[in-house]
C-alpha cells in the first residue's frame, strides 16, 4: 500500500503539470494561429471562430483531465492516512 501511494502521488503531479501545460496551449492556441496564418497566407484557419473554438477544445480537454487526476489525488490523501492511522475504514473509503 505504501509504494502504491508513492506512486499516486507522483502520477497525480505529473497529471497536474500537463494540465498546466495543456492550459497554456489553450490560452495562446490564438496566437499560435495567428502566426502560423500571417506566415502561410494559403491557409484558411485565420478566422478568429475558429481560434476561439481551438482554445475551448484545449480547456475542454485540461477539465476531462482533471477529473481523474482529481480522483488520484484523494485517493493518495486517503491511502496515506490509512497509513499514517492505520485506520481500516478508512481504506475502504479510499
Do not use: H
Not at 471562430?49 to 477544445?57: A, K, W
Not at 480522483?71 to 475504514?89: G, I, M, P, T, Y
Amino acid at each position: 500500500m505504501k509504494e502504491t501511494t508513492k506512486w499516486a502521488y507522483f502520477l497525480t503531479i505529473i497529471g497536474s503539470i500537463r494540465i498546466g501545460f495543456i492550459v497554456l496551449i489553450a490560452l495562446f492556441a490564438g496566437t499560435l494561429i495567428s502566426a502560423t496564418c500571417s506566415a502561410n497566407a494559403m491557409l484558411a484557419v485565420g478566422d478568429p471562430s475558429f481560434r476561439i473554438f481551438i482554445s475551448f477544445l484545449y480547456f475542454l480537454v485540461a477539465v476531462f483531465y482533471f477529473l481523474p487526476t482529481y480522483n488520484l489525488n484523494k485517493f493518495a490523501s486517503n491511502a496515506q492516512a490509512v497509513l499514517r492511522d492505520n485506520d481500516s475504514e478508512e481504506l475502504i473509503t479510499s
